[in-house]
């Protein structure tokens, strides 16, 4: 089935190529990194996890919701997700991809990574994050292209890999929870000191995931005779309502927790997001767009009009993406660490070559699923299920 993503149109071409330019551009300011050290970026002492990290941990959540079409479709026998289910196991594919990146590059020196392998340390979370996440990219490899195959030579999927798909289930679960763990184990961080760090991660994963799936969908419509059928879109969009109606909830909870109790370090890390601390400010206007383009699509999805209108449900879905984006991406890391233990503030924003290597991996990533897509929307004209 490999030879299918050697074949398309020219615009499939232009959009590889450009993908892969965007790559090299990344790839040239990483061996600047690597020449200069992480003095590039705009970490420092006191905020040691930035704009890599916060990509990372919002990535996660993207390959982990990959479960909210797998689950229904193969536990419930949910057939209306039976052309969207193979997507969501690429899209997972090229996050964790993205997610493995981003924690090359902010290692710094990158021959380090193997230290994990060389010296596993079972006590640590950075250990079952590695094992957790390189397994979800495999069990997503076996089960998604063997269901392709399976497409491809117009049989059902063997029995054999069904033990891998129900495993990837709660291991979908699995690779979010630990993320959470590795920043709610952390004492010294009052921000993210909380119980409802693994519950808020997995709500705005499911909302922001499905969210991006969505709109993918939508552009390989806009290219191909695709089509994975108004009920199943409808369906996703419910389950994007509700998860977002969670995440912002869950936040609520936090706010109540450290206002109405009082407790000084969390509320200075909210304070810092929302209004600022002692003339420090630079994430507030991002906090407040983030939570208004959730609230505004929380507002209009709830709405079944608005919801199941299929012209509106993509910008809806945008809104989704991009505040789920700044809130668990900058939002969550920088919050974390302003201010720091001492009470002291050291404001971060991400420099350029920092942004680059970024926009780099997305690249990478994208390039992945777009191989992918490509490969799934041959095999199904082949045989004939579009």
């Given at each position: 089935?490999?030879?299918?993503?050697?074949?398309?149109?020219?615009?499939?071409?232009?959009?590889v190529?450009?993908l892969a330019?965007?790559?090299?551009?990344?790839f040239?300011?990483?061996?600047?990194?690597?020449?200069?050290g992480?003095?590039?970026?705009?970490?420092?002492?006191?905020?040691?996890?930035?704009?890599?990290?916060?990509?990372?941990?919002?990535?996660?959540?993207?390959?982990?919701?990959?479960?909210?079409?797998?689950?229904?479709?193969?536990?419930?026998?949910?057939?209306?997700?039976g052309?969207?289910?193979?997507?969501g196991?690429?899209?997972?594919?090229?996050a964790?991809?993205?997610?493995?990146?981003f924690?090359v590059?902010?290692?710094?020196?990158t021959?380090?990574?193997?230290n994990?392998?060389?010296h596993?340390?079972?006590?640590?979370?950075l250990?079952?994050?590695?094992?957790v996440?390189?397994?979800?990219?495999?069990?997503?490899?076996i089960?998604?292209?063997?269901?392709l195959?399976?497409v491809?030579?117009?049989?059902?999927?063997?029995s054999?890999?069904?033990?891998?798909?129900?495993?990837s289930i709660?291991?979908a679960?699995?690779?979010?929870?630990?993320?959470?763990?590795?920043?709610?184990?952390?004492p010294?961080?009052?921000?993210?000191l909380t119980a409802?760090?693994?519950?808020?991660?997995?709500?705005?994963a499911?909302?922001?995931?499905p969210?991006?799936?969505?709109?993918?969908?939508?552009?390989?419509?806009a290219?191909t005779?695709?089509?994975?059928g108004?009920?199943?879109?409808r369906?996703?969009?419910?389950?994007i309502?509700?998860?977002?109606?969670?995440?912002?909830?869950?936040?609520?909870?936090?706010?109540f927790?450290s206002?109405y109790?009082?407790?000084?370090?969390?509320?200075?890390?909210?304070?810092?997001l929302?209004?600022g601390?002692?003339?420090?400010m630079?994430l507030?206007?991002?906090?407040?767009t983030?939570?208004?383009?959730?609230?505004?699509?929380?507002?209009?999805?709830?709405?079944?009009?608005?919801?199941?209108n299929?012209?509106?449900l993509?910008?809806?879905?945008v809104l989704?993406v991009?505040?789920?984006?700044?809130?668990?991406?900058?939002?969550?890391?920088?919050?974390?660490?302003?201010?720091?233990?001492?009470?002291?503030?050291?404001?971060?924003?991400?420099?350029f070559p920092?942004?680059m290597?970024?926009?780099?991996?997305?690249?990478?990533?994208f390039?992945?699923?777009?191989?992918?897509?490509?490969?799934?929307i041959?095999?199904m004209?082949?045989?004939?299920?579009?």
């Amino acid at each position: 089935m490999l030879e299918k993503a050697l074949v398309g149109s020219k615009k499939y071409y232009a959009l590889v190529f450009f993908l892969a330019a965007i790559f090299l551009v990344g790839f040239f300011f990483f061996l600047k990194q690597l020449k200069f050290g992480l003095g590039i970026t705009g970490m420092s002492r006191d905020v040691s996890w930035g704009f890599y990290v916060a990509q990372f941990t919002y990535l996660v959540g993207v390959a982990a919701s990959a479960v909210m079409v797998v689950l229904p479709y193969y536990l419930h026998n949910y057939k209306d997700y039976g052309k969207l289910t193979i997507f969501g196991e690429f899209l997972a594919i090229g996050a964790v991809t993205m997610c493995l990146l981003f924690i090359v590059v902010d290692i710094g020196q990158t021959h380090r990574l193997f230290n994990v392998l060389l010296h596993p340390t079972p006590h640590s979370m950075l250990f079952y994050d590695m094992i957790v996440l390189n397994g979800y990219l495999l069990l997503n490899l076996i089960c998604g292209w063997t269901a392709l195959h399976a497409v491809y030579k117009g049989t059902k999927y063997p029995s054999w890999v069904k033990p891998f798909i129900y495993l990837s289930i709660p291991w979908a679960f699995s690779i979010h929870t630990v993320t959470a763990f590795l920043y709610a184990g952390l004492p010294g961080r009052h921000f993210w000191l909380t119980a409802v760090m693994a519950p808020r991660f997995l709500a705005s994963a499911f909302c922001s995931g499905p969210a991006l799936l969505l709109i993918l969908i939508y552009i390989v419509k806009a290219f191909t005779r695709f089509d994975p059928g108004e009920k199943a879109i409808r369906a996703l969009a419910k389950t994007i309502t509700y998860a977002l109606l969670a995440n912002l909830f869950l936040f609520g909870c936090e706010l109540f927790t450290s206002f109405y109790s009082g407790i000084p370090g969390h509320q200075f890390s909210i304070k810092y997001l929302f209004a600022g601390l002692h003339g420090h400010m630079k994430l507030v206007p991002w906090m407040w767009t983030a939570y208004a383009l959730m609230l505004v699509a929380a507002v209009l999805l709830v709405i079944p009009q608005t919801r199941n209108n299929l012209g509106l449900l993509p910008l809806l879905c945008v809104l989704v993406v991009i505040g789920t984006w700044i809130d668990k991406g900058m939002g969550l890391i920088v919050g974390g660490f302003v201010p720091n233990p001492l009470e002291r503030i050291t404001e971060y924003m991400p420099t350029f070559p920092e942004v680059m290597i970024s926009v780099g991996i997305y690249a990478a990533g994208f390039l992945i699923i777009t191989v992918l897509y490509k490969i799934a929307i041959s095999v199904m004209e082949s045989r004939g299920l579009i």
